[in-house]
């Protein structure tokens, strides 16, 4: 066991708390087992099912408190420094609110194991501006929720009713004051943002992972933890954790000599929500919906997804056909430049020593001459993880590839960029013939294994597939369907 110097002071619904257990320690055990809130239930403890979910408020850079949903089953309590943690139990006033209210009028609860975890989801989604106040915005809220009694139906609308009520009552500017004033939310939220302000701590402190006396035994590096608790939920409680979330916040992406640059521990939900990154990923929100659900997402980062090693990744994918490149940080300060398709030795084998820190992530900048596209087949359209997945960025000058990047996920022991058959394409004509040509080059590139997502035969099929989709959707005016696929029946 560990022994850490300071404890770690946050807001609990509406008390401050101090603790000095473990900084590993999740935030649903601490919640449960030592504070006897048990309102916030213990499910899958993956983050799949939703019921343990919370709500947590931190101040931006510049101050203004923002609130997302996360799954407390994967949150560990030593990240919560100077943050608002909302479990159920702070969401209740005298009378019920008007998302607890529509779940009773609706019949949206049977056994109600689900139910507190619904009820904090919607509240989030209304807290949450960017959710829109509609169907689309109520689904989106309760993406990471499971339920198996009640079913969805009386669910949704419950969801549908809650923003039929209050929709014309909030500020798209101040969601959280404005459900305060609709009687939406105790009272005491009003006041968070202040509190939170005044318990900031100076630049320079250290951080709440620092571990007191000898180190034993490697550190573990905890982003988002949405991988590592799942896989060590038991020994992270105990490790000497570094909680990279409780460093200094994170900058918004830069343009730095003609790439895009963005801090790893950047989450899924933050790069598809920023100005540069849309920019040169439109539909990045759109590739959103079909990675993990809305409380996932904003605890993935990035350089956990790439640390994490799976072969089908889906951010990974992605940065492989953007040519990423990572900046990684030893604990003797020590930087290198590693390119993304380098770092993977094989299965879960990394370009990295236990102690280095990818700190950053870059691709080159691209204007409209490149087009990018991402794809992936699951068992399940939502909520799973990938079978194959497969992105590609194309440069097309005067009728000719100058330049092409093609990756599959789910078809070898690691993410894999296709380097033959990207090679293959440059300098050929965009048209049907050099296309076949590049995808007959890919599939002598992989030797996929059968495995429970799908026969190695399948796997084989699909990456085909996917390979095909990607010109049929970024070049719809120069390359015909017919011509695309008739040679494949
Ligand atoms: C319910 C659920 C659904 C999911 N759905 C998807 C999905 O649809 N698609 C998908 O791709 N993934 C999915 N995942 C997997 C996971 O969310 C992602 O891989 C995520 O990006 C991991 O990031 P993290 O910050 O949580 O990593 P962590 O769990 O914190 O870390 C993962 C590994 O990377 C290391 N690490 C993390 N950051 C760094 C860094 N900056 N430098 C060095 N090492 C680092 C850690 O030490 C650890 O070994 C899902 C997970 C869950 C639980």
Redesign the pocket.
Known sequence: MVNFHHSIQFILNNEAVSTDVPPGTLALDYVRQQLQLNGTKSGCK???CGACTVIVGQLDAAGKLRYLPM?SC?LPVGELQGKHLVTIEGLNMPALSPVQQAMVDTGGSQCGYCTPGFVVAMTAGLMEPKLPLNAKGALHAIS?NLCRCTGYRSIKAAGLQVIEELAHKLQAGDRVGSLVEAGALPDYFKGIETRLQAMQPDPGSPAVDTPKGEKQGPR????????????RGDELPHADVVL?NNRPPIEAPELRQGRVCFD??M??EAFAEDPLILRHLPDMPAYND????WP?RT????????????P?????CLLLALEAELT?SGSDGRQRTVPLREFYLGYKQLN?KPD????EISFPAFDASSRVNWE?V?KRAW????TVNSACKVRVEAGLVTAAHLALGGVAATPLYLSQASRYLEGKPLDAASIHGCIEVAMGEFTPMSDVRGSADYKRLLARQLLLVHFEKLFPETIEQEDLYAPLR
């Open positions: 993956e983050g799949d799954t994967l990471g573990v590096i905890i982003s988002g933890g949405t991988d590592l608790y799942v896989q990279l790893a521990r989450t899924f079909l990675i993990a659900s996932m605890r993935s980062s990035i350089g956990g997804n790439i640390c994490n090693g799976s089908i990744a889906d951010m990974t990684l990295k280095e820190i990818v700190e992936k699951s909520l799973d993880i990938a």
